[in-house]
Structure formats: structure tokens, C-alpha cells
């Protein structure tokens, strides 16, 4: 299990990662990429706790996704199910959790600060703390055409991952405001959105 966790995890946080396996009785799958989720955790009628997470994820955003839902298993077990899947039961023991991770042999300085700021209230999804998850997408396998939203020229076109096209309009606080061409309706996207720009 070890050896199969290095492929994924940085390596100063595999043995404590695997500890917590063993701790929480977890069957841990690691699978193809779902577009709209890291990974889940669901309990068996059997009893048997199961936790997916994406293959495609970078070291790091898995290191926070499987323990995000190692702290759903642990929560649950403590407070009972009848608790709020992100509620403060949750936060704690995501936090109680993490804690030990967070250090310089584990994560790189760029993304060390932006981790414990994080850690001081977590979130449903790192995705939405747009400061961390830009920091986390700089370890990614980028392909060449996938460029973040804030680098798309202004009044430029782009397409979205389920193939909708839009067009890039102005900055609105922190989000980018974008016309969907087919429809007309105005989105917002985050900063760090992937998006493949089309050609003018």
C-alpha cells in the first residue's frame, strides 16, 4: 500500500497517511477522473468505509482530498450521522487532521502560507479558496490549450469543458463575467477557471 501511495502523495506524508488508513479502517479507490468532484466517501450497509479519490489529482491536492474525506469517516464516527456533511463537526476534525501536515517538508513554500491560512476555517472544497486552488493547479499536468480564465484577452471566446462557448467580458470583484454565446446569459467564473480559448 505504501509503495502504491508514493505514486500520489509527497513522500514525507505517506507513512502518517497510511496510518490513518489502517486507523479508520478505510478502502481507499483510487479512480479515473470525475469533472465534478476530487473524491467521496460512502458507507456500506456492510459497514466497510469506502473513499475514492482522483488519479489525475497532483500530489498535494491529493494529500487534502483524501484526508478532507478521511474527516467525513472520522466525524461521522465521533458525532454520529445525523451531522451537516461540511457542518463544524467536520471543520474540526478536517482541521485536527491536517494540522500535521501542514510543514515544509511536505508542501512547498508557495503553497505552505495559503495552506494554513486555509486551515484556520476550512471549506467544502479548496476549489472555492481561489488563492490556494491557483497555487495547487501551478503542480498540475497542464495540456498546451488549457489556459486559467484570468489569461484569456478580454472580448475573447473560450470553451468550457462540457463544449459551451462563451465570451469574456469585464472583472467583477474577483470573477471574471462571461457572456454564454448560445444563450446570452452572463456567468461569473473564478480566476482560476481551465478554459481552451478559440482562435479569432
Known amino acids: 500500500m505504501s509503495e502504491v501511495l508514493l505514486k500520489y502523495l509527497p ?3 505517506v507513512e502518517s497517511v497510511f496510518e490513518l488508513i489502517k486507523t479508520n479502517s478505510v478502502h481507499l479507490k ?4 470525475r469533472v465534478t468532484r476530487h473524491g467521496d466517501y460512502r458507507r456500506h450497509p456492510s459497514g466497510k468505509h469506502q473513499i475514492t479519490v482522483n488519479a489525475n489529482l497532483n500530489k498535494y491536492r491529493f494529500l487534502i482530498t483524501l484526508v478532507h474525506e478521511i474527516a467525513h469517516l472520522a466525524a461521522f464516527e465521533k458525532y454520529g450521522r445525523n451531522i451537516k456533511p461540511h457542518g ?3 471543520k474540526i476534525t478536517f482541521q485536527r487532521l491536517m494540522i500535521p501536515f501542514i510543514r ?5 513554500n508557495s503553497v505552505l502560507p495559503l495552506i494554513a491560512n486555509h486551515f484556520r476555517n476550512p471549506t467544502a472544497s479548496s476549489d472555492t479558496d481561489a488563492r490556494l486552488a491557483f497555487a495547487l493547479k501551478q503542480f498540475d499536468e497542464r495540456k498546451p490549450d488549457i489556459h486559467f480564465i484570468h489569461e484569456v484577452p478580454s472580448g475573447s471566446f473560450f470553451r468550457i469543458k462540457n463544449g459551451k462557448v462563451f465570451q469574456k467580458k469585464g472583472l467583477r470583484v474577483k470573477r471574471y463575467e462571461c457572456l454564454e454565446v448560445k444563450t446570452g446569459k452572463l456567468y461569473l467564473f473564478n480566476a ?7 482562435p479569432g
Open 11 to 13: 513522500e514525507h506524508a
Open 30 to 33: 483510487i479512480v479515473n477522473e
Open 88 to 90: 463544524s463537526e467536520w
Open 104 to 108: 515544509p517538508e511536505i508542501f512547498p
Open 192 to 198: 482560476n477557471a481551465e478554459v481552451e480559448i478559440i
